[in-house]
């Protein structure tokens, strides 16, 4: 089936918007087995540190989020933080993005987190896979913004 559509892509004309703060936060879950949380816990996952690889990839990908996502804007980014929460069903990863301008942020924090997870999954695909070497347990859940502040830039 052939789709065709008759609007133009085009980015949103954001020329008469003015600065101000913007801040988004998102998070997302990847579920583990026990057994892997606590190799990620005791440092032995054979690819190296989890957490410090993962937080870098989600700051990475913040700062990329216009090269892969067609119609976001380029954006001067302020601030990245990535924070974990470690529990005996997974990991949940919290990204903040903060900024000074025309339009938000929550792509990048979408993005951040996503990128986290996914970074996380690679660096323990070893201790996940059964002995087929699929993945019944592993799985990126509940990715979502929340939350979102837009406030005047006169302090």
Known sequence: MEHRSSMPVKMVDISEKREVVRIARAEGFIRLKKETIEAIKSGNVPKGDVLTTANIAGILAVKKTPEIIPMCHPIPITSVSIDFE?????IKAICTVKSV?????????LTGVSVALLTIWD??????KDETG?????????I??????KRSTNF
């Open 86 to 90: 470690l529990s005996d069903e997974g």
């Open 101 to 109: 301008g025309k339009t938000g942020v929550e792509m990048e924090a």
């Open 134 to 142: 699929n993945y019944p347990h592993t799985a990126i859940e509940y």
């Open 123 to 128: 660096m323990v695909k070893a201790l996940e």
């Open 144 to 149: 979502r913004v929340v939350e979102k502040v």
